[in-house]
């Protein structure tokens, strides 16, 4: 992929898994490490793009020459992304979002006790709102599927009104949360899905931008 190509775009990147407190030393998160969507910042960093990284908290160094914009809860990602969205050229959400928040957090650490019941309501779906209110944006989701990887996946690409979808298999254990590699499908609206085969996220993160500037151009064209 051309450097040129992302000269004078914005690409904001979300990487990472959100925190939902349970009270002021719990929460509920995920097993991602940040690895995938870091690659893809510091890779179209390296473009020409201005990047801004939208991350969930991780142990990663945030990249050279990204503005970083650090987030912890799926609400506190939506306000950071929403709030940029129509500056944007490019959107890529490899974070994992958490579906759920605890309802009445505790402002005080719960005791022990022989059990509890925790109230989960359903947070807001960001990248679905970024779609619906798609105007130039060029969207990128990422899927975190365990089985009927295309099916699902392909759902996820109409639903979300997504430019391209990267789904990865994260039931195999070289691919998907907290490991360098990653596997996986690219899926379009409009054209046949295309395998991914096992590699670095950081070779994989030039693979979506090669794709990514690809989209562009044909965005250009039209
Ligand atoms: O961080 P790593 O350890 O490197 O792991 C990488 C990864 C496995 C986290 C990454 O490759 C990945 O798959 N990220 C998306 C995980 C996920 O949340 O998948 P999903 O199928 O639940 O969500 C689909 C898309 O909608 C994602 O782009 C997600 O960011 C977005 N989403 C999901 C839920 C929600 N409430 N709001 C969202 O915007």
Same mark, same amino acid.
């Given at each position: 992929?051309? @450097?040129?190509?992302?000269?004078?775009?914005? !690409?904001?990147?979300?990487?990472?898994? @959100? &925190?939902?407190?349970?009270?002021?030393? +719990?929460?509920?998160?995920? +097993?991602?490490?940040?690895?995938?969507?870091?690659?893809?910042?510091?890779?179209? &960093?390296?473009?020409?793009? +201005?990047?801004?990284?939208?991350?969930?908290?991780?142990?990663? *160094? !945030?990249?050279?020459?990204?503005?970083?914009?650090?987030?912890?809860?799926?609400?506190?990602?939506?306000?950071?992304?929403?709030?940029?969205?129509?500056?944007?050229?490019?959107?890529?959400?490899?974070?994992?979002?958490? *579906?759920? +928040?605890?309802?009445?957090?505790? *402002?005080?650490?719960?005791?022990?006790?022989?059990?509890?019941?925790?109230?989960?309501?359903?947070?807001?779906?960001?990248? &679905?709102?970024?779609?619906?209110?798609?105007?130039?944006?060029?969207? !990128?989701?990422?899927?975190?599927?365990?089985? *009927?990887?295309?099916?699902?996946? &392909?759902?996820?690409?109409?639903?979300?009104?997504?430019?391209?979808? !990267?789904?990865?298999?994260?039931?195999?254990?070289?691919?998907?949360?907290?490991?360098? @590699?990653?596997?996986?499908?690219?899926?379009?609206?409009?054209?046949?899905?295309?395998?991914?085969?096992?590699?670095?996220? @950081?070779?994989?993160?030039?693979?979506?931008?090669?794709?990514?500037?690809?989209?562009?151009?044909?965005?250009?064209?039209?």
């Amino acid at each position: 992929c051309a @450097t040129e190509e992302f000269s004078g775009k914005t !690409v904001l990147v979300t990487a990472g898994g @959100t &925190q939902e407190n349970i009270d002021p030393v +719990r929460y509920i998160g995920n +097993r991602s490490s940040g690895k995938m969507g870091y690659a893809i910042a510091a890779e179209v &960093q390296k473009m020409g793009a +201005r990047v801004i990284l939208v991350s969930a908290p991780t142990s990663l *160094d !945030v990249p050279h020459g990204v503005e970083y914009v650090p987030v912890d809860s799926a609400i506190s990602m939506q306000e950071a992304v929403e709030s940029r969205y129509k500056d944007v050229d490019v959107v890529i959400m490899a974070a994992a979002v958490s *579906d759920f +928040r605890v309802l009445n957090k505790a *402002d005080h650490k719960i005791k022990k006790m022989d059990s509890m019941t925790l109230e989960l309501v359903k947070n807001p779906d960001i990248l &679905q709102g970024l779609g619906v209110h798609k105007t130039h944006q060029l969207l !990128v989701g990422f899927a975190a599927e365990t089985q *009927d990887v295309v099916a699902y996946g &392909q759902d996820k690409v109409h639903r979300k009104h997504l430019d391209m979808l !990267v789904a990865n298999d994260v039931s195999k254990s070289n691919a998907g949360f907290n490991v360098d @590699t990653n596997e996986g499908y690219f899926l379009y609206p409009d054209k046949e899905p295309r395998v991914i085969p096992n590699m670095k996220k @950081t070779e994989l993160a030039k693979c979506i931008l090669t794709e990514v500037a690809e989209l562009m151009k044909l965005k250009c064209t039209k």
